[in-house]
């Protein structure tokens, strides 16, 4: 019996004073870390997939290979705000992940982002291909399954500053 995933992962954060610039905007370069961090407790919380534990067993492990992000509107210090993601695309040894800020009271989006990452074997230095075991995973949770769709962030964006707001 196949376990049921959800495609589209979700946790809050709450928007710390340290991680916010002079004027108590939360720092651009400390959005990916907030990112970065929601999806990994996401992943061992709801796929039980802890890629520490994983890099230790196989020696293998993903490193970012690019970021793409879009600020659509402000968050300050001690806000809480929802972070969700989900796995948009994979490939044997690739994978992009969407971030979405969301502010929980409206559900606008406050900014979007796209990661790459690339699989790679940490012994040897070199990209690697995904287990039999992983793929089988990303192709139930993948939104937009297997292979790299021909598509730009700057259109994605575009669509998500469209997308409906709650009136509080």
Not at 34 to 49: G, I
Not at 54 to 78: C, D, H, I, P
Not at 142 to 156: S, T
Request: proline share 3%; charged share 30%.
């Amino acid at each position: 019996m196949k376990k049921e995933f959800a495609k589209v992962l979700e946790s809050k954060a709450l928007v710390r004073f340290e991680d916010c610039d002079p004027f108590g905007h939360l720092n651009n370069g400390r959005y990916i870390d907030y990112y970065l961090n929601a999806r990994e407790d996401q992943l061992r919380d709801n796929y039980d997939l802890d890629i520490y534990a994983l890099g230790k067993t196989t020696g293998k492990a993903w490193v970012v290979a690019s970021n793409q992000l879009a600020y659509l509107r402000e968050v300050k210090f001690m806000e809480t705000v929802t972070i969700r993601t989900c796995l948009r695309w994979y490939s044997s040894s690739d994978l992009m992940m969407e971030g979405q800020m969301v502010d929980p009271k409206t559900g606008a989006i406050i900014s979007v982002i796209w990661t790459r990452f690339t699989y790679v074997d940490i012994r040897k230095g070199q990209k690697a291909e995904h287990s039999e075991e992983l793929t089988n995973l990303f192709s139930i949770v993948a939104i937009l399954g297997e292979g790299k769709p021909a598509e730009y962030f700057e259109d994605r964006v575009k669509e998500l500053r469209m997308a409906p707001v709650l009136q509080p």
